[in-house]
Nanobody
Framework: QVQLVESGGGLVQPGGSLRLSCAAS????????MAWYRQAPGKERELVAR????GITDYLDSVKGRFTISRDAFVYLQMNSLKPEDTATYYC???????????WGQGTQVTVSS
């Protein structure tokens, strides 16, 4: 069973930065796509950013220019210029497309507040 573990969440003031990390129990490059999702209270989970095996990235419109997804042995989400509306639980997601497998971490809380 694949395990994903997020870290790096916390409380930050508006305009601040955080870097989230996701560790996987198998090689990151064994996954077709790695992604970060978020879910705020009372809202649906939404895709924030994703990166495929060859490094192509995609972002939610509201985070473009502020967030950056990257990966080496881990997957990261660098979040800059944070806004209160970025407050949510952030989840790491991994997919292996050719076998239809998908995995989720347990989430890390990000709170943006003064």
């Amino acid at each position: 069973q694949v395990q994903l573990v997020e870290s790096g969440g916390g409380l930050v003031q508006p305009g601040g930065s955080l870097r989230l990390s996701c560790a996987a129990s198998q090689r990151i490059f064994s996954f077709s796509v790695m992604a970060w999702y978020r879910q705020a209270p009372g809202k649906e989970r939404e895709l924030v950013a994703r990166i495929d095996r060859i490094g192509i990235t995609d972002y939610l419109d509201s985070v473009k220019g502020r967030f950056t997804i990257s990966r080496d042995a881990f997957v990261y989400l660098q979040m800059n210029s944070l806004k209160p509306e970025d407050t949510a639980t952030y989840y790491c997601n991994a997919r292996i497309l050719n076998v239809g497998m998908e995995y989720w971490g347990q989430g890390t809380q990000v709170t943006v507040s003064s």
